[in-house]
């Protein structure tokens, strides 16, 4: 007889493998699709992700969340912890860190062995060790926004990240903030340029929505621009607050056509990774905020 703890890790178990089934056309008689998740970007709840890692995670975990983004990796750690203890720690509250963000520079490129360096070669071999899918990049070197040669020939650096992702067994990705879209190239934006010098084989897109939004940049407009690139997205609502600045709030509260975009990711975009991101809170707890975005993405039918 199976007592509450071992019940509750078996019905969330049956969940699990009941909506990876549910996402598989013709289930395992069609053509190969990449399962579909639900989860969250650790920064969402950042500052108790700081005092608390295990303990927040415990939580995010008792809420009803089964997968996680990371944001906290840095000298061979996740939020402090060696790969091997932080593995442990997501083992037993029943997580799975399925992506994380860390930023390739052009000081992880060898450009006279051609080749990366040991510090992003050890990245990759974490992410990969701790079980993610997607190692993703957030971000650029600062002068790589003025000089269009250059972040063309890093866009190459980005084609061979995807090649060594490859061999680790992992996707390599790039997430988005506003800048992509603001800077421009000869009346080009950057985010474009990206797309038109990477491989979408070997550099996934996650399109974060409500960075992107404030910039006049509709998520529509771009999935529909070229279909099939935006493997991953950061789900967010946005508001304009008292001063006239766009800030996140829970989804479903705000201005954005969330279920039109959800909807043409699914069925445009080759969108399977759906990832919740809330920054700002209008004044609620942000493990609160988390709670109700799983209801409503929930609710959805994700």
Known sequence: M???????????????LAAGAAFMPGHLFASPKKIERLGLQLYSVRDAMH??????LKKLSDIGYFQIEHAGYSDRK????????????????????TSGHVTLLQKHWDAANNDFTDEWKQAVDDAAEVGQKYLISPGLDNNLLTDVDA???FMNV??????????????????NHDFEFTTLFSGVRLYDVM????????????MDIGNMYPTGAMPLDYIKKYPGRFELMHVKDQIKNASGKYENTVLGKGILPLKDILKEARKTG???????????????????????????????GY
């Open 270 to 300: 080759g969108t399977s990774q759906f990832i919740i991101e809330q920054e700002e809170y209008q004044g609620m707890d942000p493990l609160e905020c988390s709670k109700l975005d799983l209801k409503v993405m929930n609710r959805w």
């Open 151 to 153: 972040f063309k020939k």
């Open 51 to 56: 005092a608390d890692p295990a303990g927040t």
């Open 78 to 97: 996740f939020y402090g912890y060696t790969v091997k203890d932080f593995k442990k720690i997501l083992d037993d509250t029943h997580l799975n860190m």
């Open 2 to 16: 199976m007592n509450q703890n071992s019940r509750r890790i078996f019905l969330r178990n049956s969940s699990v």
């Open 158 to 175: 980005f084609n061979k990240c995807g090649e060594l992702c490859k061999k680790q067994g992992i996707q390599f990705g790039y997430h």
């Open 195 to 206: 797309l038109d010098n990477t491989d979408g084989a070997l550099v996934a897109q996650q």
